[in-house]
């Protein structure tokens, strides 16, 4: 198996092993935005987002202003986390994520601290912000995470413009998509049967990638 097949399968395992998402603003250790991939997943964010923050708080205590990102184990999941000016990002996991999974933990908490950060200092806890841009931040979670390769995907509106130039796989893919209208990653995988499957999934990210194929979060 090659390394960017295989890279594409360790995607999509660790981003169907995740199974909550949390935001917390530092100063008031409140979550600015959660979400849980797991119905009844047994965790209050109310109770565990003070701990998350002592575990953080210690770590400054003792390195200084944490860098890069932490894993730690909590309650039976991996929680990989990381720092950026005013917030903290976590992943809670099943098993630890994907190095570019983890990448976007960190990313994900760049971003929060540039779009968010300028008035976090005088935040009176209001979630009237964070609720007005929810749908864009569940698009940044979505993608940096990886989690629309769970959803269902289509085509960009050219994608056919350009049906002459792709490979005989990516034209495999486009066919089945284009007669579905939408799909899922999965169901593309199950019928396609000419290829292995870490090369279809290798394959749809880098067309998703190339924005030949659009994800969507909402279905």
């Avoid at 594409?8 to 409140?30: G, N, W």
């Avoid at 923050?53 to 200084?64: N, P, R």
């Amino acid at each position: 198996m090659t390394e960017k097949k295989e890279k594409a399968r360790y995607l999509f395992q660790s981003a169907f092993m995740i199974r909550k998402i949390l935001v917390v603003h530092h100063e008031t250790s409140l979550p600015v935005y959660e979400m849980n991939l797991e119905e009844n997943i047994g965790l209050d964010s109310s109770m565990i987002t003070g701990v998350l923050q002592a575990i953080s708080s210690i770590g400054m205590e003792m390195i200084g202003a944490p860098t890069g990102v932490k894993k730690i184990e909590y309650y039976g999941f991996v929680v990989t986390s990381a720092y950026s000016g005013a917030y903290t990002s976590y992943v809670f996991s099943e098993t630890e994520l994907d190095a570019e999974i983890v990448k976007g933990v960190s990313n994900l908490a760049k971003w929060f601290d540039v779009i968010f950060g300028y008035d976090s200092e005088q935040w009176d806890g209001s979630m009237d912000l964070f609720n007005e841009y929810k749908d864009t931040i569940n698009e940044k979670v979505f993608q940096e995470l990886y989690l629309w390769l769970l959803y269902p995907i289509e085509l960009a509106p050219d994608t056919m413009n350009d049906y002459e130039k792709f490979s005989s796989i990516n034209k495999k893919i486009v066919d089945f998509i284009n007669s579905k209208g939408k799909t899922t990653v999965m169901q593309l995988v199950d019928k396609i049967e000419d290829f292995d499957d870490e090369t279809l999934l290798s394959n749809i990210i880098e067309l998703v990638k190339k924005e030949k194929i659009i994800t969507n979060i909402n279905d």
